[in-house]
């Protein structure tokens, strides 16, 4: 059960270079999300994908690039990084397909830590 | 989506049972209550969701107002690892043409005294 992995784990770069987060989940999800997280902002939304070829903006979009080629990736590009783009990265998947009493679950990676010099 | 309010922090003692409040007035009547939680530095972990009724799985329950309102999430006998913050979404049953996303707040921190 390999779940939903991110990689990499952390990842230090420098202003205005290009840098890419890798999410990759194996359940054939649908749905798939990228979140980042400050501290005092709890989770933000920055894109989420509702199939291949489908995404879409969340609240904090700007200064971010997503693309959904195949179902179980999900790469985050930060097409020139800046320090306010310093944060913790969480890549989740979900399938409203398999519900039980009509409620999806969010499944989480663990998370890339990324430092912007 | 409704606005949930959950307290900023709170304590329990280990083997005592942990009650998290969250209002959530402005709930619509196809809005479910989702509850996560996150351990430190892992990615958030589902927990339990519910309607109307009361709902309880094996990591907790979940009281739901008869006006729906407000919800309590019960950690029956905390120990250490449920040490975590924990966050209570409200939103809408998942739909194909829907949208997806969950928003989370800044939440509760509870911490499990020894």
């Known amino acids: 059960d390999a779940g939903i992995t991110q990689s990499p784990r952390y990842k230090i770069t420098e202003t205005g270079r290009q840098v890419t987060l890798m999410c990759h989940q194996t359940w054939s999800h649908s749905y798939m999300f990228w979140y980042r997280q400050d501290l005092g902002h709890g989770l933000r939304l920055i894109y989420y994908?509702?199939?291949?070829?489908?995404?879409d903006k969340g609240e904090v979009p700007d200064g971010y690039v997503v693309s959904r080629s195949k179902t179980e990736n999900f790469p985050l590009t930060l097409e020139s990084a800046t320090r306010s783009q310093t944060s913790v990265y969480f890549c989740?998947?979900?399938?409203?397909?398999?519900?039980?009493?009509?409620?999806?679950?969010?499944?989480f990676g663990s998370g890339t830590q990324l430092s912007v010099l | 989506d409704a606005k949930t309010t959950q307290p900023p922090s709170m304590d329990c003692a280990e083997g005592r049972a942990a009650n998290l409040p969250c209002n959530h007035s402005t709930i619509s009547g196809n809005e479910y209550v989702y509850w996560y939680r996150q351990i430190h530095s892992q990615g958030p972990q589902y927990i339990i969701h519910?309607?109307?009724n009361n709902e309880t799985n094996e990591m907790a329950s979940l009281i739901i107002t008869e006006d729906r309102k407000s919800s309590t999430l019960i950690l029956p006998h905390a120990t250490l690892r449920d040490t975590a913050v924990y966050y209570c979404i409200v939103r809408v049953a998942a739909s194909m043409e829907g949208n997806e996303k969950l928003t989370f707040g800044t939440g509760t921190r509870l911490t499990i005294i020894p």
């Open positions: 994908s509702a199939a291949a070829d489908i995404t």
């Open positions: 519910g309607l109307k």
């Open positions: 989740a998947s979900s399938d409203p397909r398999v519900r039980t009493d009509s409620g999806e679950k969010l499944f």
